[in-house]
């Protein structure tokens, strides 16, 4: 609803303006789509879309859209339909690090569906990984090919470690991927939910550690000081410890069950180390990084540090500035502030997406 009077319309599109508490900081902030850019200029007449606490959308850095089940192939209708949901859930942005196959040409462009960065198909050791998603590749491959990937899309995505038992990607061909990715200006994701593995991905110094699980903690200050991030998919860990734990004892369940329960300290031991934690979700259906937000404040991460790693944070350190003069113009308005109930998340006044209201 138009709260000031006739709206402003430029080559068809209405002007949005919103108002309101922005975060981090909390400042009060008037802000002006500008094709999409925020600008703090006036325009007469544009249509004040929402006003309440303001965050620069959303931000998913774990999410595989376009495929029901492990191994099946990219599928166009289940990309745009699992985007959708990101969207109505006010996620203006996501990270793909692995997807089922080469997305097409509009992904992450696509009006009114999310900015997106990815990492093409996960490199796996051979052996390793679900069958039927991502390349496998041997130890002297893993280098090349992610520089490949990383130099088209700036991210390559690498499974340090799989199954109990299996071998991790050794820390001197981590090291290799690392350097060889770098030199392209990639950035580097790994999974790893094994101790060696992750032992392995923080000597290398990579850029983002997934899921993280039996990760030492005594490598967090290392972690902090060389930026490496952590994705600790809190959320899907812990719905599935339920049916993990009436499991029969084997060493799965040990390993499965041990790493998940000692997950939710481990989260919070990184972030008072300094290191940057990001909220992502790894599971259908879309659309629930509120669920994981919440999740990393029910582990004991102040509410204003949750939001962080599912916005704000999340952005800056995927390259996006927040709600600023110049920044690209997303947002998503809730009417109080959320770090005074996180289940605000579930109900958005307003999503703006590229100076277009979404919902
Ligand atoms: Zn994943």
């Not at 991790?168 to 094994?194: F, I, K, L, T």
Request: hydrophobic share 45%; proline share 8%; charged share 20%.
């Amino acid at each position: 609803m138009p709260l000031d009077g006739a709206t402003r319309v430029r080559g068809g599109i209405v002007i949005v303006r919103i108002r309101g508490r922005a975060l981090p900081d909390g400042e009060y902030v008037d802000l002006y789509a500008d094709g999409d850019r925020w600008t703090t200029d006036p325009v007469p007449g544009a249509d004040l879309v929402a006003e309440g606490w303001l965050l620069p959308g959303l931000v998913d850095a774990h999410t595989h859209p376009g495929a029901e089940e492990p191994g099946d192939p990219m599928d166009e209708e289940i990309l745009r339909a699992d985007l959708h949901r990101h969207v109505d859930a006010g996620v203006t942005m996501i990270r793909s690090p692995g997807l089922p196959g080469e997305p097409p040409e509009w992904f992450g462009a696509e009006p009114g569906l999310p900015r997106a960065v990815h990492a093409g198909p996960w490199i796996a050791q051979h052996g390793q990984f679900f069958d039927g998603w991502g390349r496998r590749a041997t130890h002297a491959e893993l280098p090349v090919f992610a520089a490949a990937q990383a130099k088209r899309t700036g991210w390559a995505k690498i499974i340090a470690d799989w199954r109990v038992g299996d071998e991790p990607v050794p820390s001197d061909v981590m090291a290799a991927v690392v350097e060889a990715v770098h030199a392209v200006g990639g950035r580097v994701a790994v999974h790893s939910q094994h101790a060696a593995g992750g032992e392995a991905a923080v000597a290398a110094g990579v850029d983002s550690i997934e899921h993280g699980m039996w990760l030492d903690t005594g490598f967090l200050p290392e972690m902090a000081a060389g930026g490496t991030a952590l994705t600790p998919t809190l959320s899907v860990f812990r719905s599935s410890l339920v049916a993990a734990r009436e499991r029969e004892d084997n060493p799965w369940k040990r390993w499965y069950v041990g790493g998940a329960e000692a997950h939710p300290a481990l989260v919070v031991a990184a972030a008072e180390a300094g290191v940057t934690i990001l909220a992502g979700t790894d599971s259908r259906p879309h659309g629930r990084v509120g669920v994981e937000i919440r999740a990393l404040a029910e582990a004991g991460l102040r509410p204003h540090d949750a939001l962080a790693a599912g916005s704000w944070a999340a952005r800056e350190y995927l390259g996006l500035p927040g709600l600023v003069p110049g920044a690209p113009a997303d947002a998503v308005v809730y009417a109080e502030d959320p770090r005074a109930d996180l289940e605000q998340l579930e109900h958005p006044v307003a999503v703006v997406l590229r100076g277009v209201r979404v919902r």
